[in-house]
């Protein structure tokens, strides 16, 4: 069954620090990856998929099939980026979203 | 931007009761709806999968009887918990497709329900 898993539940880094989310994912097809975000009493959001290539916000994510990771990255973290972080993905064309269980991240001051 | 609105934000409710909560897409249509339950601190776990005009699909573990999803309408989709328990007592959210082509599902602000 697949599966994605988020090794570090809490992560806590200081302002301008990078920062790096872990998911690796097991799925023998080829999943589509996304990383959704909850802010503090907000609902989830989406931040990037990977088919996108794209940044939000600063982040950038990396689909590496040989690793099975989608890991969550950005070269200076900002406050407002303290959030709890979910890694999730869609198999074979389904919409169905399975998710990671999260990690929340901490920017200090 | 897409809005998925959820009603009620909370609910408390005497065990044996039955609830019902809304889920509404507001600025678009949605042809696919999914409701989560998410406990303390862990994920989102996917009860059902429910299409406007037919009958939802259930995630293996999750009782259909106990837990009533009607899709009626492509803005309106309902999740009905019959005869609550206090182990049913969960954050409930709903999210909304515009279709597969898409992608991308559009998330509701949640439902507490506390079951006494």
């Known amino acids: 069954a697949q599966r994605v898993t988020q090794p570090e539940k809490l992560l806590s880094v200081f302002k301008g620090a990078p920062v790096e989310l872990k998911c690796n994912y097991s799925?023998?097809?080829?999943?589509?990856l996304f990383w959704y975000v909850q802010y503090s009493r907000q609902r989830l959001q989406l931040l990037l998929r990977?088919?996108s290539r794209e940044s939000i916000k600063g982040f950038t994510a990396d689909l590496n099939k040989g690793e099975t990771s989608f890991h969550l990255k950005k070269p200076f973290a900002q406050e407002e980026d303290s959030a709890m972080y979910y890694c999730?993905?869609?198999?074979?064309?389904?919409?169905?979203?399975?998710f990671g269980k999260g990690t929340k991240l901490t920017v200090n001051p | 931007g897409a809005v998925v609105s959820q009603h009620p934000s909370w609910v408390i409710c005497k065990s044996g009761t039955s609830v019902k909560i809304e889920c509404r897409s507001l600025?678009?249509?949605?042809?696919?709806m999914f409701w989560y339950r998410q406990f303390p601190k862990q994920s989102l776990m996917l009860m059902a999968t429910?299409?406007?005009?037919?009958?939802?699909?259930?995630e293996q573990g999750v009782e259909k009887d106990k837990f009533l999803i009607n899709h009626a309408s492509l803005t309106l989709s309902t999740l009905t918990v019959t005869s609550a328990h206090p182990e049913d007592s969960s954050f409930y959210i709903c999210?909304?497709?515009?279709?597969?082509?898409?992608?991308?599902?559009?998330f509701g602000p949640g439902t507490r329900l506390t079951v006494l």
């Open positions: 999730a993905l869609t198999q074979g064309g389904s919409e169905k979203l399975v």
């Open positions: 990977h088919i």
């Open positions: 999210s909304a497709s515009a279709g597969a082509g898409y992608n991308e599902q559009f």
């Open positions: 799925y023998s097809g080829s999943p589509e």
């Open positions: 429910s299409n406007e005009g037919s009958k939802a699909t259930y």
């Open positions: 600025d678009f249509q949605a042809t696919t």
